[in-house]
């Protein structure tokens, strides 16, 4: 008898799955390639006949403009590339904020709404239906003109907020600390304090695992960061001063100023996110059975443990691919900062930029490549996780 | 070392009532699930229940480690008085074992760590006495070399064995079965039954829902019938077969038995 291989009958490369697979992707890779090549060379002969230059040589000119928030240093002589990372840098600022409270508060409600307290779980249920049915748009200019600028305009009416801040039509002032010398102590204290309360949970989990004693590591590990920098300060005679805002003539002066605009575009990416995360999370708790909730409290495992051990690792693998695209969809609603003149990315670059330098090709297409690598860098992240998550199962 | 043997001891055949329930009644809405109901369970009995269903057999031992809350009737599990109080419940929970239908176990942890999950968050075992103690139930229910595969890589019969041996490592007085065969290839049935044969030889205080008639002959001390949320008829095995009381007895018998 032969070989079982040479009995195998001949199949057609026309008929190969593996043939045909590649087949397909040359196919589509040339396509691609056409069109992209069709594109480019279409706008490079547009520009050329309308005798607009073409590339970056924009990026070192003067702006001559100012941005009211700035991150990095930046007045109306710097470039228009200064501009640029001034806008991405707000972007990234609100983008980041808005992701962590979001979650936070996306994650509360969603597990309200399967709450056995009815009036909780109505009240969950009320805010995801009427927050996610009305356009974000409408709720930024919502939070920007009928809240934020509806707060008093004269200085003698702003909020006092308790610990020396102001709020008002023109945002909000907080206090400003300036570390004298001394605090640099205080700061290695904080330092060494966290690395000592590391170091501490991982001996008490080794403990916990030999021996099954257990402490009360929360309250240990936050005095561990606290007391060691406070006590660094003290010793330094509390060598940090504050700014503190104060009502100038036009406007309140000093201290951190926190724009209406930016705090409009936050509680909007914030609110309206939410209620989707809310969504995601209600669903991955759904899927994961009844039996499993059963079969911990059935080992005596009270509530809380029940969902951190058992429910919620088993739910995050439904809850990751959903909660990755809110998290892109809030970065990129964070372009909406246009509608109400926070000066985000889109805003400062392919608004007054583009305006004054024309160069529409190349500062769309920056704007673009940001955003795909600002999305492709959260993905890539959040498939990291889900990889940690995932593996554990077979 | 000393701590572990104790904690392995069997639990003493005792006379005390294990569980008892007294005038037991639960609705789901308007639907009268559990009418009445009276069972006292000495410590060291092994009950069978059956019936037909729906009649509430899983009602009624849910009610015991209170997965359902009951509305009328008092129910003493060891002695202490299911109530409102979390913490009695939690306790209650920790010393009533449970084998479901479909296993439950988590799908996300190892088998070793589905047997020492509640013995070292709610006993507070440290992990390696945890471990000793999970490989010794594997043992028992001889599977000791599944202890490092996740449960979805094991046949049936091997998950509801290892689902025993969880409830086991908790050390428990009283162990709860609801229809533990009932999802099981019939090849894998054997497995499971000869475990808890063991069990009940050890002396384990077992309520066990089940239609397994060969088994409830051999182990049961009691054997009680359920139809439409009632205790129908309660007799020994020997008795309840031979001489059923009532009509529908009869008629279950007759049809479970062909
Ligand atoms: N959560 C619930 N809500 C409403 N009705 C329920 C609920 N759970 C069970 N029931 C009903 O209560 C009755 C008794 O259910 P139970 O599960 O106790 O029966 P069973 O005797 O275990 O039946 P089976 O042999 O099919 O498992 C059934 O008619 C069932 O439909
Ligand atoms: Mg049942």
Redesign the pocket.
């Known amino acids: 008898m032969d070989a079982a291989d040479s009995t195998k009958p001949k199949v057609s490369p026309l008929y190969d799955p593996k043939v045909r697979g590649i087949a397909y992707q040359v196919a589509l890779c040339a396509l691609i390639g056409v069109l992209v090549y069709g594109a480019i060379s279409n706008a490079i002969e547009n520009l050329t006949r309308a005798k607009i230059a073409s590339g970056f040589g924009f990026w070192t000119t003067t702006a001559g403009f100012d941005i009211n928030q700035t991150l990095i240093e930046y007045s109306n002589i710097s470039t228009y590339g200064r501009a640029f990372w001034v806008g991405l840098l707000n972007t990234l600022l609100v983008a980041a904020l808005g992701i962590v409270f979001a979650t936070i508060l996306g994650f509360a409600i969603g597990i309200a709404r399967l709450s056995r307290n009815w009036l909780l779980a109505r009240m969950a249920g009320v805010y995801v239906e009427v927050i996610r049915n009305i356009p974000l748009l409408l709720q930024l200019l919502f939070w920007y003109n009928a809240v934020l600028k509806a707060l008093p305009e004269q200085l003698q009416e702003s909020f006092i907020i308790p610990g020396g801040g102001f709020l008002n039509r023109r945002g909000l002032f907080l206090p400003q600390p300036v570390f004298g010398n001394g605090s640099g102590i205080a700061f290695v204290a904080l330092i060494l304090g966290i690395v000592a309360a590391i170091i501490f949970r991982i001996r008490i989990k080794r403990r916990h695992e030999q021996t099954g004693v257990r402490a009360p590591v929360f309250a240990i590990v936050l005095a561990l960061v606290v007391v060691p920098p406070l006590v660094a300060l003290a010793l330094a005679g509390f060598p940090i001063d504050f700014i503190y805002p104060y009502p100038g003539r036009f406007n309140i002066q000093g201290g951190i100023e926190i724009l209406p605009e930016f705090m409009a575009l936050l509680f909007g990416l914030v609110i309206y996110t939410a209620a989707f995360i809310a969504e995601v999370v209600r669903a991955g708790l759904f899927a994961v059975s009844r039996g499993q909730t059963e079969a911990a409290y059935s080992l005596g495992l009270p509530t809380g443990p029940t969902l951190r051990l058992v429910v919620i690792p088993q739910a995050m693998r439904v809850i990751i691919p959903p909660l990755t695209s809110q998290y892109l969809n809030l970065t990129k609603n964070s372009s909406l900062a246009v509608a109400i003149g926070y000066p985000d990315l889109v805003q400062i670059f392919t608004g007054t930029v583009l305006n004054q330098t024309g160069q529409a090709v190349e500062v769309v297409t920056l704007t673009m490549a940001v955003y795909l690598t600002i999305s492709l860098v959260t993905s890539l992240l959040m498939n990291l996780y889900d990889r940690r998550v995932a593996l554990v199962e077979r | 070392m000393n701590q572990v043997t104790s904690f392995l001891r069997p639990a003493p055949l005792n006379t005390d009532v294990a569980v008892e329930m007294i005038g037991v009644n639960k609705w ?2 308007d ?1 009268h ?1 559990l009418r009445d109901i009276n069972l006292k369970v000495m410590g060291g009995e092994r009950i069978v229940i059956c ?10 031992i ?1 009610c015991i480690n209170r997965l359902e809350e009951h509305q009328r009737g008092r129910i003493l599990v060891d002695g202490v008085e299911l109530l409102d109080d979390v913490k009695k419940i939690e306790e209650i929970r920790r010393d009533v074992g449970m084998v479901f ?1 479909q296993f439950n176990l988590f799908p996300h942890l190892t088998v070793l760590e589905n047997l020492t999950l509640a013995p070292i968050w709610v006993r507070h075992l440290p992990r390696r006495e945890a471990e000793e103690i999970a490989r010794h139930y594997l043992q028992r229910v001889k599977i000791p070399e599944q202890a490092e595969k996740f449960p979805g890589q094991l046949s049936g019969g091997q998950q509801q064995r290892v689902a025993i041996a969880r409830a086991l490592c908790m050390n428990p007085k009283i162990m709860l079965f ?2 533990p065969t009932s999802a099981l290839d019939p090849e894998m049935v054997k497995e499971v039954l000869d475990a808890m044969n063991e069990l009940a030889n050890d002396g384990m205080t077992m309520l066990v ?1 089940s239609h397994e008639m060969g088994f409830a002959r051999q182990v049961a001390n009691r054997i009680v019938f ?1 139809d439409e ?1 009632q205790i129908i008829e309660a007799n020994t095995p020997e008795a309840f077969f031979a001489s059923p009381q009532h009509e529908r007895t009869k008629l279950f018998l007759s049809q479970i038995l062909h």
């Open positions: 789901y809405g639907f699930v019936g037909p269903s729906g009649s509430g057999k899983s009602t009624l849910r239908q609801d229809e829902v359920m949320g």
